[in-house]
């Protein structure tokens, strides 16, 4: 791969710049990953934590830490612990979707059983903890604790609003806060924590990640409705098709007529969906410039992440990170 080709994409960079301290993740997520007495353990995990994926949660808290000039070994013990809080919440996440695929390849819980999925997610969990305490921070731990316990409420929230036509923005800003963009803020924020970086720049940290992490989910639900099926790994109208009432959507719902909102609630809240009904919705989506204004946010969103990182100081990873805001719009352009 050519130095353009890694420039094009920051999060290679990235993981190029940051190579020895990823291999260290990687090793110690595989001893973690490890059992004893469950072969069942190791066998769901590797599944999913050798399935790929860019290891960009990781990243970030490496990206952070060194970028405050952090010269220890914890970074490489938070970067894991934010790794198992992604893959334990994946796995979760796949039994209440009810998931047959992910990254293309057969989830955990189709693979084995559900009890299985959620069982190992604890356990991941478990670990992830373990390895905060060995930290010896506290505030790491609460910054952690915290996030995780944001998660759960956002995807529990989520189970109630997604298929409600009454969830406006700002209960879906609150959703995607939880479920996506709160371990990308604890990622950021915990990397400057370990380096005893100052308080503004734990906080311009802990801003970048929340931003980044909001406009990220914003990208992934404009994606289901104008993606590309082979760039994205999901087939257009996925979120339709699971009556997800994602950002496009509730724009296009607080602009509807009365008849449009009819078609709606049949096909989200009801979940009576016909043929040509995915064809409606999209024209909708266009007639109320739903996906232009989703884009919109999501570049908003972007802006303020990279308003963030002027806090920080003058380094190579803090240009990457600002490469990396720009990456994840870079999809929807």
């Not at 790794?83 to 293309?104: K, W």
């Not at 084995?112 to 060995?134: H, I, W």
């Not at 879906?172 to 005893?196: D, P």
């Not at 724009?251 to 040509?276: L, M, N, P, Y």
Request: charged letters at 25%; hydrophobic letters at 45%; a negative charge.
């Amino acid at each position: 791969m050519g130095l353009d080709e890694v420039a094009s994409k920051p999060h290679e960079a990235l993981a190029a710049h940051l190579a020895d301290k990823m291999d260290a993740v990687n090793t110690l997520i595989r001893a973690r990953m490890a059992s004893r007495h469950a072969p069942r353990i190791p066998e769901v995990t590797a599944h999913l934590v050798e399935a790929g994926g860019k290891r960009l949660r990781p990243l970030l808290t490496l990206a952070s830490a060194d970028m405050c000039g952090y010269s220890g070994d914890y970074d490489v013990h938070l970067a894991a612990t934010v790794e198992f809080i992604h893959t334990a919440t994946l796995l979760h996440d796949d039994v209440v979707d009810e998931s047959a695929q992910r990254r293309g390849r057969p989830t955990a819980n189709l693979l084995y059983d559900n009890k299985s999925s959620v069982l190992v997610g604890d356990y991941l969990f478990a670990r992830a903890f373990q390895l905060m305490v060995e930290t010896g921070s506290l505030r790491v731990l609460d910054i952690l604790a915290n996030a995780s316990a944001t998660i759960a409420e956002g995807e529990v929230l989520q189970l109630s609003a997604a298929r409600d036509l009454r969830t406006d923005e700002s209960i879906y800003l609150q959703v995607v806060r939880g479920k996506t963009a709160a371990l990308f803020s604890a990622a950021t924020e915990v990397g400057g924590v370990i380096a005893g970086a100052p308080e503004d720049q734990v906080q311009a940290l802990f801003d970048y990640g929340d931003a980044l992490g909001v406009a990220f989910q914003i990208v992934d639900d404009l994606l289901d409705y104008e993606g590309d099926a082979k760039a994205t790994g999901k087939n257009v109208g996925d979120d339709f098709r699971e009556r997800k009432l994602t950002l496009p959507v509730i724009k296009a719902v607080a602009a509807a007529s009365d008849e449009e909102r009819t078609f709606w609630k049949r096909c989200i809240e009801k979940g009576d969906q016909r043929d040509g009904d995915l064809e409606h919705a999209l024209s909708l989506l266009h007639t109320h410039g739903a996906l232009d204004q989703t884009r919109a946010d999501a570049m908003a969103w972007v802006a303020k992440a990279r308003v963030s990182l002027e806090t920080l100081p003058a380094h190579p990873v803090r240009d990457m990170l600002g490469g990396l805001a720009d990456y994840v719009v870079a999809r929807i352009n």
